[in-house]
């Protein structure tokens, strides 16, 4: 797409900040009045705008004018969350209580996203490196006390956590490793404290 000039940028912006508030676009004479500009001034801009790909125009039709491609520079506010980083479980207490937290971490959509609560651990050992997922990484888990069959998750199991597949039996739960040199676990009563949102990796 060809570069425009500052004053057919400002035209363009005007085009579109004008259709996004009035639901229509304006007109040829609300372009030249907002500049002071004379008519044949904003058709040069137009026919400009259209060469280089920027706005289609029906020349037989009033407020025809479309905008293709917005130039407007719009500030994304990126969400960015503190997330606890899970240390080891200490006996009895609350999950994410002083005692089981390495401190926090920083982390920014897509990795989390607003509304949700998230937790992160190092990842250690290589059950599930058939996932793609390696010891040192960092994994965030939204939290959540429930999951369906084929999820990962982060359970409680004497008070160690497990990064595991997740499997509902017929009379037991499973969770599965992902590395065949190791045993799936096996117990009647799991407490799911998180599913696998994202894996962060650092090299």
Do not use: W
Not at 19 to 42: C, D, K, M, Q, W
Not at 147 to 158: C, E, F
Not at 161 to 170: D, G, M, N, P, S
């Amino acid at each position: 797409m060809k570069q425009i000039t500052e004053r057919q940028k400002e035209v363009l912006s005007f085009i579109s900040n004008f259709t996004e508030e009035n639901s229509y676009p304006p007109t040829v004479r609300e372009i030249g009045e907002h500049f002071g500009i004379s008519l044949r001034a904003v058709q040069d801009h137009i026919a400009a705008l259209q060469k280089k790909g920027y706005l289609t125009q029906c020349q037989k039709r009033s407020r025809s004018i479309k905008v293709i491609s917005d130039m407007r520079e719009r500030e994304k506010s990126l969400f960015v969350g503190k997330v606890p980083l899970l240390g080891t479980v200490a006996a009895g207490k609350p999950l994410l209580s002083e005692e089981n937290l390495d401190g926090y971490v920083n982390l920014t959509e897509p990795f989390i996203r607003p509304g949700k609560s998230y937790f992160a651990l190092r990842v250690r050992g290589t059950s599930m490196i058939n996932a793609g997922i390696l010891e040192g990484d960092l994994a965030v888990i939204e939290q959540s006390s429930t999951a369906v069959d084929g999820q990962i998750i982060v359970a409680v199991i004497d008070d160690a956590i497990t990064l595991k597949r997740y499997y509902k039996e017929a009379t037991r739960v499973r969770l599965q490793p992902e590395n065949p040199d190791f045993q799936a676990i096996y117990c009647q009563d799991v407490r799911i404290v998180g599913i696998l949102s994202n894996i962060v990796r650092t090299y």
